[in-house]
């Protein structure tokens, strides 16, 4: 089966494409619609880089076609070749817990979700009606990223509010990094040969967005990210768990208005907020050099993850393994280090020697009763697999 595996954004479209589960062409097309354009087109024989101006996502994908059924470069030989384009959804709201083919029902539901993800779905929406378009022939599947965290039972992801908030408004715990947070939770299960129905999972996607779930023997029962992106951990730009009168304080002392607010809390907090710096490798290595600033906000980020540990443990009564990925998660040595610090007692124990040097995604000592493991993510994947198992039921 060929599949195309897109995630649009406003000005950018990455793509994947896929024979069963192996990747034969990658890139992205970015600054759509901004008057530039950079078109990305890698092989296994193929490297190019294209600079010419992207007008829509209509012309970004036809150009992305051209390069895949191109005779020199290309992976296919005709659009037709392409079996399902499989689209990353941010949000699903409570209809989907599911992958589901799109129709026009399916897509008034995505667009329905708009107002949960006002950034994020109607890009999403723009990149499934360009793809309609530019490959007629091929199934549309829907992958979404809250769908893994619909099984989060109710007194997880309601938020202590008047009824109505939440029936009118759709005012709970959504979560979202779903797709990655399963991924790695079924390879953690193969590394450790085990039935994934039969362990207690924490898993920690951090990158410059970040969040934890608890997976209890292959269901989400609780996420750190809420209605929003911006609740849990302390992130790249977002301040993460806060006292909920913050803002209106902030808004008061600082005469700003509530949308103001939004963007400090969002794209000025969390690292970037205490340190400057929203890359957490220039923030270690102001750390390495004794910087106040760095040592604080690491300090309260590992902190921060510490408690969730914490939390989740007491949430899923017992743990089998903690599973680290993304960019933070797979790499940052130092986090891991000081998150992990005086778990002792929860059965956690750090091997100082594999962390700073893993020899596969174990690093945890060999007693350790609980395993620690780092599991790179692959979302583009784990969305080819969901559309894969979605369209044998249902081709
Ligand atoms: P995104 O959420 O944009 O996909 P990533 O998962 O790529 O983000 O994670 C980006 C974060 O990972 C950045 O803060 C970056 O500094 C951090 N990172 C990447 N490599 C390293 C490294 N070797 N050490 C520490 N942090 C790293």
């Known amino acids: 089966m060929k599949t195309l595996v897109l995630n649009c954004g406003s000005s950018s479209i990455k793509y994947q494409f896929y024979q069963g589960e192996e990747v034969l062409a990658k890139g992205l097309a970015e600054q759509i619609g901004e008057g530039a354009g950079h078109l990305v087109y890698q092989t296994q024989g193929a490297d190019l880089q294209r600079q010419n101006p992207l007008k829509d996502h209509h012309q970004a994908l036809e150009e992305i076609l051209a390069l895949l059924v191109d005779p020199k470069v290309g992976v296919i030989k005709d659009r037709k070749d392409l079996d399902c384009v499989g689209h990353r ?123 934890m779930a608890a997976i209890d023997r292959g269901q989400c029962i609780d996420t750190s990210m809420g209605m929003t992106p911006l609740e849990g951990l302390v992130m790249g730009t977002r301040c993460g768990d806060l006292d909920p009168a913050i803002p209106l304080f902030l808004s008061t002392h600082l005469g700003l208005d509530m949308k103001e607010v939004d963007q400090l809390l969002n794209k000025k907090a969390g690292f970037k907020g205490m340190t400057g710096h929203n890359d957490l490798r220039t923030i270690e290595a102001e750390y390495g050099e004794g910087n106040e600033a760095a040592i604080r906000a690491l300090d309260l980020a590992a902190y921060r993850i510490k408690k969730y540990i914490g939390a989740y443990w007491a949430a899923l009564g017992g743990l ?76």
């Open 89 to 211: 959804v941010v949000h699903g709201g409570e209809r989907f817990k599911q992958p589901v083919a799109i129709d026009s029902v399916v897509l008034q539901a995505i667009r329905a979700c708009i107002p949960l993800a006002p950034l994020h779905n109607p890009a999403n929406i723009e990149g499934i009606e360009t793809a309609m378009v530019v490959f007629p022939r091929a199934k549309q599947i829907a992958v979404f990223d809250t769908a893994f965290h619909q099984s989060i039972p109710e007194r997880a992801y309601r938020y202590a509010l008047p009824e109505d908030h939440y029936k009118k408004l759709g005012v709970r715990r959504y979560g979202f990094h779903g797709t990655s947070h399963k991924y790695v939770a079924h390879r953690a299960a193969e590394f450790l040969g085990k039935p994934l129905e039969a362990l207690k999972l924490i898993t920690l996607h951090l990158g410059n967005g970040s969040s």
């Open 320 to 395: 089998d393994a903690l599973v680290f990925t993304a960019g933070i998660g797979e790499n940052s040595v130092l986090t891991r280090k000081l998150a992990l610090e005086g778990l002792e007692g929860l059965g956690i124990h750090l091997d100082p020697k594999l962390n700073a040097k893993p020899k596969g995604p174990a690093i945890s000592t060999k007693a350790s009763p609980v395993s620690v493991l780092v599991v790179p993510t692959n979302e583009e994947l784990q969305i080819v697999r969901e559309v894969g198992s979605l369209t044998k039921i249902t081709l």
